[in-house]
């Protein structure tokens, strides 16, 4: 059996050149989850000192690596073209209606921008808002974890 869901978005980026094929990687994608539990264990422990864009910016990265992970195993991967947009848009047009985890990825990486590139006027992260990203981000590995461990997953 294929996995399918999210084919006609999925093809689309990889048409777009946004997605390209690379060989399927499990290994790869444990590697990224791992690296996303650390990244969370250090945003939490920056949450109480004076660097909350610092964690924020793990935060995120954990989200996006949780993400990427579940591409990896089945041999997608982002271009330079499309970014953190299209691994946004691929995770969740295959697994958004199904894992809610997903859900906040776009609000998580928008905010993370404002952050990261700041106006004059833009505050920065509040404490809380390094506490939700967490949270969001925890959740997304989580569901990432669970559905590589169900083996449901097939090479693009």
Do not use: C
């Amino acid at each position: 059996m294929t996995w399918r869901p999210g084919q006609d978005k999925v093809s689309g980026l990889l048409e777009g050149g946004e997605l390209e094929q690379v060989p399927a990687d499990v290994e790869l994608a444990r590697r990224l989850l791992d690296e996303a539990a650390r990244h969370l264990i250090t945003a939490t422990a920056a949450t109480s000192g004076e660097d909350l864009p610092g964690a924020y910016q793990l935060a995120y990265d954990a989200f996006r690596k949780s993400a990427a992970s579940l591409l990896a195993a089945q041999g997608l991967r982002a271009t330079s073209h499309g970014g953190h947009i299209a691994i946004q848009d691929a995770v969740l047009a295959q697994f958004g209606s199904s894992v809610t985890a997903f859900r906040p990825f776009a609000r998580v990486r928008r905010a993370r921008n404002t952050f990261e590139y700041p106006s004059a006027t833009t505050p920065g992260p509040s404490a809380d808002d390094v506490k939700d990203a967490i949270t969001a981000a925890s959740a997304a590995r989580e569901a990432a974890v669970t559905i590589l461990e169900k083996d449901i997953l097939t090479p693009w």
